[in-house]
């Protein structure tokens, strides 16, 4: 099992930043797994938005690269996505995941999420 914790979001205007963060059980930065930053914005699919393997090695959505940063602090359990240059269309909901390696990425579970609000 791993558990997920997710903190950190808010209402900001857009040109701010945010920084999630993302509390996980040891299991999610062994070698075989990785994290990721999905979001939901009401009346859309869930979307992927930035992956970290326990290697260090990221990607990231199209339309969050320059802007969004991810990393991970193994001595803390910790998985952050630095979200700088916010824009409204950023509103949604933000979880934290974790499962093994995989390309695409299809994580077995999940955080409870958080609410980011990016107003113009």
């Known amino acids: 099992q791993v558990q997920l914790v997710e903190s950190g979001g808010g209402l900001v205007q857009a040109g701010d930043s945010l920084r999630l963060s993302c509390v996980a059980s040891?299991?999610?930065?062994?070698?075989?797994?990785?994290v990721g930053w999905f979001r939901q914005a009401p009346g859309k699919q869930r979307e992927l938005v930035a992956t970290?393997?326990?290697?260090?090695?990221?990607n990231y959505a199209d339309s969050v690269k320059a802007r969004f940063t991810i990393s991970g602090d193994n001595a803390k359990n910790t998985v952050y996505l630095q979200a700088n240059s916010l824009k409204p269309e950023d509103t949604a909901v933000y979880y934290c995941?974790?499962?093994?390696?995989?390309?695409?990425?299809?994580?077995?579970?999940w955080g409870q999420g958080t609410q980011v609000t990016v107003s113009s």
């Open positions: 970290i393997t326990s290697g260090g090695i990221t």
């Open positions: 995941a974790a499962g093994l390696l995989s390309n695409p990425f299809r994580p077995g579970y």
């Open positions: 040891a299991r999610a930065f062994s070698t075989y797994y990785m």
